[in-house]
């Protein structure tokens, strides 16, 4: 069992380098091992193919035979752009299987597991379940409640602000923690930002890490009435990295600017829900939130949020500055959530909380 443990770990951190960069695929990572010795490695590749299986059982050849594979997410059982990778594991004689996770998707679900049953291959389930969980949620999701993962991240400082004034844009935070969002938004398949941060901010949202610019996720805007300036980085930028807004408006915007046309809510505002149901739509398995306060609140009240991404600074600004989820509580904001883990970033601490 020990053994077990560790190779599924590896599986694990495999699955990790995918996230992010699989399209409407689960980032998985397989690991192939006979007799104690590890022959194969493997992981979702850019765009969702090949998969985590299929690299790993190149790696291995023939040594494949009579090998154990732990594998974070259940082998498939459909023919896509790919045969079954169940049923690539019983051709070329694996003798035992272990899965973190059963596959949701009723294309799946349970059907690669019984490919390989019925080849006479043991297979079991559950090892490493909370480790690969945390990579799988946003495909997992996704199949399961029709919408993307949802990360809300926000910078506050110790009196619960991000940023001075309205319009003003504010570093609440040091220079690791702005490392540290790049990172995340390259493990997200889009980002959040709602009109207000556009006009405010005029972001970029793209990954400016060494190395992960090309990483850069789908930008999108919660913009119901399509008032984005035409002159905003986002515009002028969707040709290279593109741009979706939400509306319950439909026009045209510009070159690499797409329109999702979404129900309105009773303030003829974007529905979110209905929004996020497009988004799943299309693909997307992780969205990160990263503006502003209103759209975080109503998020928040809509019980949309799986995470909370939550930086906080040393410092206070004051009752002058704005509050970061728009004057609800903290307390309220917290309610439903546990605390997953906290890292030193500098100055500021990064705590992560999930749905209890």
């Known amino acids: 069992m020990t053994g077990d443990i560790a190779f599924m770990t590896l599986a694990a951190r495999l699955g990790h380098r995918a996230l992010g960069t699989t399209a409407e ?40 035979r009579g090998a154990t594979a732990y594998v974070t997410l259940e082998p498939c059982a459909h023919h896509g752009r790919t045969p079954p990778c169940a049923e690539a594991l019983v051709a ?11 596959d949701p998707d009723p294309r799946v679900s349970g059907g690669g597991f019984a490919i390989l049953k019925r080849a006479g291959i043991p297979v079991e389930v559950g090892l490493g379940r909370d480790e690969a969980w945390p990579d799988l949620a946003g495909f997992l999701t996704r199949i399961a409640r029709k919408r993307p993962y949802v990360i809300l991240k926000i910078a506050l400082s110790a009196d619960g602000k991000i940023a001075e004034a309205p319009g003003r844009e504010t570093a609440i935070t040091g220079p690791q923690v702005k490392a540290r969002t790049h990172l995340m938004r390259a493990q997200a398949d889009a980002i959040l930002v709602g009109l207000g941060t556009v006009l405010a901010d005029d972001p970029d949202l793209t990954c400016r890490l060494p190395g992960l610019e090309s990483r850069s996720p789908v930008r999108v805007v919660a913009d119901s009435k399509l008032g984005i300036p035409r002159t905003s980085n986002l515009v002028r930028t969707a040709g290279k990295v593109p741009v979706w807004l939400l509306s319950v408006a439909d026009g045209a915007v510009g070159p690499g600017v797409e329109v999702l046309q979404c129900k309105a809510n009773p303030r003829g505002q974007v529905d979110l829900a209905d929004a996020l149901g497009r988004l799943a739509g299309r693909g997307i398995n992780r969205v990160l939130v990263e503006g502003g306060a209103h759209l975080a609140r109503s998020l928040i009240t809509a019980g949309l949020v799986d995470e909370l991404a939550l930086f906080r ?7 002058q500055g704005i509050d970061g989820f728009a004057g609800l509580p903290l307390a309220d904001v917290m309610a439903g959530f546990r605390k997953a883990g906290e890292e030193g970033l500098g100055d500021d601490v990064l705590s992560v909380y999930v749905r209890a």
């Open 313 to 319: 600074a040393p410092r206070a600004i004051g009752p």
């Open 25 to 64: 695929n689960p980032p998985v990572g397989c690991v192939i091992v006979r007799q104690g010795v590890i022959v194969g490695l493997g992981w979702t590749r850019a765009g969702g193919r090949p998969h985590a299986e299929t690299e790993a059982l190149k790696m291995a050849g023939d040594a494949a």
């Open 92 to 102: 070329v004689g694996i003798a035992r299987v272990v899965a973190a996770v059963e």
